[in-house]
């Protein structure tokens, strides 16, 4: 199969381009992963950004399961204050080379390897990033990532098997994810929080404590970026955010001891770093993709509330039209409450104020 140049960002590189992607593509390339790829490099150059402070030595970047490169390419492009040092890795054949060629085509010199990632991760260490971006679940590779990693540094990890995180398959998520996920309208945000969870279970057996930087879902796949802290205490403060979820009805509630039908475990804690996220908002263009994930990312957290309410199921349980999502929002905000939209979902919010306070903005808007 040929391959074809393709640009991403300021990026030129060579990949199979299909109408139908598919793991079988020779040099795996998905044009509808460019948010993904566009967040990393929004990532690194806010994180390592050394324009206030150099850096002693380069950023150690690590791509185990690089592909066509498109990734690696854009960070080494467009990330120019950052000093790097970008080691790229994938075991099949034809994306070594594909890789080797694109480095090429932009004047680029950087070391690529044609091994098991995992071989190539432990190989290779240390690293201040790794990121996993793997077909289905990036469990095989989390044990050598949090081996590998530095202090401070990050570890960025993609799942694409939400079928088993969001309770299509709950068995799968009990054995992969140690974890028995929820069906219903939370299921995005429980997905999430249970994959957090496994990551962070995989770093507290090396005393490394993985915070959330940066979460989100999208389309079909979860990802996050961990600040990687290391120490027992920074894994105890981990430990107490690992909680069940009750759910009543439309109710809901993070409790730390189980109980029947609860779900989880799970992380309760904040799944984004608003300064972090602010650094990026500052640098990323507002009307494309990642700046308006951002910025609704950015309203979420200032929220600091776990989960959501989804005010189409409310109104229908009520028995009334579903309300317009802002006029509720306004109506928290007026009534002292912090409330967002949520990228999980179109007619959900964000807010700590509780059920029963959205049931009277709803009926009192219905009046
Ligand atoms: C989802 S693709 C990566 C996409 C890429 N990160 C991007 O941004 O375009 C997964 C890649 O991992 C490679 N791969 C799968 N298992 C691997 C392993 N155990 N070791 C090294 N490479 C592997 C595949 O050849 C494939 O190119």
Redesign the pocket.
Known sequence: MKNSLVKEGKAEFYASLEDKISKKLNV???PR?ELN?SMAVLLIKSYFSDKAKPRAKPVRIA??????G??GIRIALECPDVSKEILF????ED?FKAIKKGLKKNNLAFPVFKE??NEFILKQRPFDYIDI???GSPNPFLDSAVKSIRNKGIIAVTATDTAALCGTYPQACRRKYWAVPIRNFLMKEIGLRILIRKVQMAGMQYDKALFPALSYCSEHYFRVFFHVRKGKEQCNRVFREFKHLRVDGLDFEARNNPEKACFGPLWAGELNDDALIKEMLAIAEPEKDPGKLLKTLADETETKAFGFYELHEIAKKLRTSPPRIIKVIDKLREKGFCASRTHFSGTGVKTKAGLKEIEKIIKQQQQ
């Not at 791509?63 to 066509?68: D, N, R, T, V, Y």
């Not at 890795?89 to 099949?92: C, P």
Request: hydrophobic share 45%; with cysteine.
């Open positions: 795996f390339y998905n992963m790829r791509l185990p399961l690089a592909a066509s498109a990734r890795n994938d075991m099949n994306c098991d990632a971006d793997p077909f």
